[in-house]
């Protein structure tokens, strides 16, 4: 009988070590969904080639890494999905563009890393990693109660992504003066930038003022040669503006800005994640000019590490698809690598290269830091 119980014992402890094993030896497959061919090809290479630095560092033979082609096409993106999913895959990273999102519903147990920093109307399954409004906006909202902005003006285009914006303000409760919509056509713009600043009464004002003072038996030489030297007169009722907007766009903004005497030595001018564009640094007649960000030294080394591995410089997705392999592995860890839907829905933090990420009910928020554009160079405020 106690020769019996030892065999059973032995059989036993070899049973539960060959599971150890064949567990230690499984592959943990994690899907890639991005454009490898057409159009934004550059970006889909790119973004394997980050996946595979990523993979790298991580240094765990068990991480299988599925790349598929997406095409940019949402019928393309729910097929190479569908593949995966019968490949035994539970978690994708991708699609890049939201658009490519639409039917990826059909796979219910299938959850997706989009790479897109759009929230709105996502399907259920689908988790937006990228720098989201509500992480810009949060930010901001932290540098205004620093700085004790009370008065801001939110200054938005009229763009598919305003919607964003609209979602980001009304969840993160940033006190504002008041919103205005403008349009991108600079032709529109000014006019419309006139208006919000009041910039004909201001104008008007001046004119005013110095007949008073020309008129006057008392003449002050002094505060009239001051006024003649002024564009507009009289107080401006806001103490910052927000400026939804990029690139050449947000430059037309900041230009209207100036002529209509509002300058950012008056108000603080404040924007969104620029991902440190270089050009902002040359439009001196704007700055300072704010904005929430990624961490600068930590793009910056990766920038750096990509090009010397690939002689190649990445785009920004590049790096938040580094980032996303270690979120991946980190809650996949967090959960003895059970790959199940739960790993994404309770809350948790982790800490990658680009900042903060945290995780609550399939929801992706950033803790980002802050910037200035200033004196030929990006400067850190906190």
């Known amino acids: 009988m106690k020769t019996l119980i030892k065999l059973l014992s032995l059989l036993t402890l070899n049973l539960c070590l060959n599971f150890e094993i064949a567990l230690s030896s499984e592959k943990i497959k994690i899907g890639l969904i ?114 004790n902005l009370e008065r801001s003006i939110f200054l938005i285009p009229k763009t598919d992504y305003r919607r964003e914006i609209d979602l980001a303000i009304d969840k993160t409760n940033i006190k504002i003066k008041d919103k205005f919509i403008y349009d991108k056509d600079p032709t529109l713009l000014t006019k419309q930038i006139e208006k919000l600043t009041r910039y004909p009464q201001r104008k008007q004002r001046l004119k005013n003022e110095i007949k008073k003072l020309e008129n006057s038996s008392t003449k002050n030489k002094k505060k009239l040669e001051n006024l003649k030297k002024k564009d507009t007169f009289g107080g401006i009722n806001f103490d910052s503006v927000i400026i939804a907007d990029f690139d050449e766009s947000l430059k037309s903004v900041g230009t209207s800005l100036l002529y209509t005497d509002v300058s950012s030595k008056r108000v603080t001018y404040i924007t969104l994640n620029q991902w440190f564009d270089n050009s902002l640094l040359k439009e001196t007649a704007l700055q300072p000019i704010y904005f929430p960000s990624i961490n600068k030294t930590n793009y910056d080394d990766f920038v750096e590490e990509f090009y010397k ?36 829905y309770k809350k948790n933090k982790f800490k990658g290269k680009i900042g903060i990420f945290e995780i609550n009910k399939n929801v992706i928020t950033h803790q980002l830091n802050f910037y200035s554009a200033e004196d030929n160079k990006f400067k850190k405020i906190f």
């Open 34 to 147: 991005v454009p490898l061919s057409g159009e934004y090809s550059e970006i889909g290479n790119s973004i394997v080639k980050a996946v595979r630095l990523a993979v790298n560092k991580i240094d765990d033979e068990r991480i299988l890494i599925i790349p598929e082609d997406t095409r940019s096409n949402p019928i393309d993106a729910l097929k190479v999905s569908k593949k995966l999913y019968e490949e035994g895959v539970k978690i994708i990273i991708g699609p890049v563009f939201k658009e490519s999102s639409k039917y990826l519903e059909d796979l219910k147990d299938v959850t997706f890393l989009s790479l897109t920093n759009k929230i709105k109307n996502n399907p259920p399954n689908v988790i937006s990693a990228g720098v989201n409004a509500i992480s810009q906006i949060n930010t901001i909202k932290k540098f205004n109660k620093i700085k």
């Open 309 to 344: 591995t690939y002689n190649l410089r990445p785009n920004q997705l590049s790096f938040l698809s580094y980032d996303l392999i270690g979120l991946v592995y980190f809650l996949l860890y967090d959960n003895n690598f059970e790959i199940s839907k739960k790993v994404f």
